[in-house]
């Protein structure tokens, strides 16, 4: 397997930083998970938009040309002869002092990882998922951005944890202020009333790439999109329920904190969603 590090493809052996790193030490760098649909890197453009955003709210000064990451991204697949997998772009402050400071972190650091990814079961998608909310909440907008695609992860991990010790594979995190904000690696929708309904940046939610393809999805349709706080009644009296990410794709929710969806089983708008979404997955991208 070849890693892309800094300039070059190296062995996965010799993929290595430096334990002065301060993404190591801090979390402190940004990443973005990509997908490689039959040898088309999807959204690339998008993906690498949202990593210079990252980048400049975080004031990290990227040496690299967006061109110049997009031929990395696409020279690693090829490299690992993939055609389909999963493509994880990292961006880290690099070596720095064991300090808070980033005086001394003068280099960053370029990682392109790219991979077969383990999907979500086919029987999630033909018989929906259930999921629960958890306990720990959405990292507070006025903290840290949601926006910001950054490496501290920790509060999703936690809720994570939660989620798969009680036999679930994903769950809702809340806000500080008990408004949904997101799940735990993906987007949530809700369509209720003939509508689309998703949580905004403001309450917590990532900008998700599938997100937006999602929303534009609901203009082809005709259906009624718009962001709105919502709280877990609005979730529980749903219509339908479907969350969208990079690896999930677009999956149905048929049960919430033991409450059914719906008739609870995937609803024909979601089925509509996910059947345009995998026509757009290798039209709508860069091809190898």
């Not at 990292?139 to 009680?166: D, G, M, R």
């Not at 209720?192 to 349709?221: F, M, N, Q, V």
Request: include cysteine; hydrophobic fraction near 40%; charge should be negative.
């Amino acid at each position: 397997m070849k890693i892309f590090l800094n300039d070059k493809l190296v062995d996965r052996d010799e993929a290595k930083i430096s334990v002065f790193d301060h993404g190591l030490l801090y979390g402190d760098g940004i990443f973005e998970g990509i997908r490689l649909y039959e040898g088309c890197v999807f959204k690339l453009d998008e993906h690498l938009e949202r990593l210079e955003y990252s980048a400049k709210a975080i004031m990290l000064k990227m040496p690299w040309t967006r061109r110049e990451i997009a031929d990395a991204v696409c020279e690693t697949c090829r490299a690992n002869g993939l055609r389909n997998g999963y493509i994880r772009l990292v961006v880290t402050r690099g070596e720095g002092s064991l300090g808070l400071s980033i005086k001394n972190c003068t280099q960053p650091q370029l990682i392109v990882i790219a991979d077969k990814i383990q999907l979500y079961p086919e029987e999630f998608y033909e018989q929906g998922l259930k999921i629960i909310t958890v306990p720990t909440r959405r990292c507070n907008p006025a903290a840290l951005p949601p926006t910001v695609k950054s490496l501290n992860y920790l509060n999703n991990i936690l809720a994570k944890i939660e989620a798969q010790h009680l036999g679930y594979h994903e769950a809702i995190m809340l806000n500080d202020q008990g408004y949904v904000a997101e799940c735990t690696g993906d987007n949530v929708f809700v369509v209720h009333k003939g509508a689309l309904i998703t949580p905004a940046a403001s309450a917590g939610a990532l900008k998700g790439i599938t997100r937006d393809t999602a929303i534009a999805i609901a203009e082809e349709l005709g259906i009624p999109c718009r962001e709105a706080n919502l709280t877990r009644y609005d979730v529980w009296i749903a219509d339908e329920l479907f969350l969208t990410g990079t690896a999930a794709e677009i999956v149905p929710i048929v049960e919430v904190d033991a409450r059914p969806i719906g008739d609870g089983k995937p609803g024909p708008v979601t089925a509509r969603f996910l059947q345009s979404f995998r026509r757009r997955a290798t039209t709508e991208g860069t091809m190898l």
